[in-house]
């Protein structure tokens, strides 16, 4: 079992859809971060989270953290064929970093 | 150019033969680690290093030894590698653990 599940593992969805990818896990984190994931690329950061409630917005992209700051949710609105590739959730417990499971976007044109 | 290093790319070994990955990054990072990404399982970590000479175990340190004896290199040796480490392999570093981390390319291995 992993500290951090993501759900769902795969999504495919047409252009122009909105979508919403889950980061959960039973701990506390003291920060969270999510990034991307390209074909024959290591990831690269999107956006990191401190606050319990906490939302960020990048442009079409909003992230948010949960009150508890156990929990966090990604969604992508009107979802263009760049946004494909595999996202990834990772927090840090105070002691150790750990990365979430994954979801793997396919956003057909 | 800001980067993170990793070589090779890509190896093809035999059960039981030693081998070295290298990783190497010039940002002056203190924090460095080794992940294995599997299908499903995301990065999990192996090991990592808070700072010269300071390791230690990650998630799925069996199999795997490090060591940190400059700021910049921090290579992930297989003693004796088995066909369940076959995967694709990252080092990362980053200013302290929690800020953003840098990935290299990728090691992608594969043992017979």
């Known amino acids: 079992t992993q500290l951090l599940e993501q759900s769902p593992q795969f999504l495919s969805i047409q252009e122009g859809e909105n979508l919403t990818v889950y980061c959960n896990s039973s701990?506390?984190?003291?920060?969270l971060q999510w990034y991307r994931q390209e074909p024959g690329e290591g990831p690269v950061l999107l956006v990191t989270v401190v606050t319990g409630g906490e939302v960020k917005k990048l442009k079409r992209l909003t992230f948010q953290f949960g009150d508890a700051r156990k929990d966090s949710s990604l969604h992508i609105t009107a979802a263009q064929p760049g946004d494909t590739g595999l996202y990834l959730c990772a927090g840090d417990t105070g002691n150790q970093f750990y990365f979430g499971t994954g979801t793997s976007l396919t956003v057909i044109p | 150019e800001a980067q993170v290093t990793q070589n090779p790319r890509y190896l093809i070994t035999v059960t039981g033969k030693k081998l070295t990955v290298t990783c190497s990054q010039n940002?002056?990072?203190?924090?460095m680690s080794w992940y294995r990404q599997d299908p499903g399982l995301g990065l999990r970590q192996i090991y990592y290093s808070m700072n010269v000479e300071v390791t230690d175990k990650g998630d799925v340190p069996e199999g795997y030894k490090v060591s940190r004896k400059e700021k910049r290199n921090f290579p992930l040796i297989l003693e004796s590698p088995s066909p369940n480490q076959t995967s694709l392999y990252f080092c990362a570093s980053s200013l302290i653990r929690n800020t953003e981390a840098f990935f290299g390319q990728g090691t992608r291995l594969t043992v017979v």
């Open positions: 701990s506390v984190f003291s920060s």
């Open positions: 940002m002056n990072h203190e924090y």
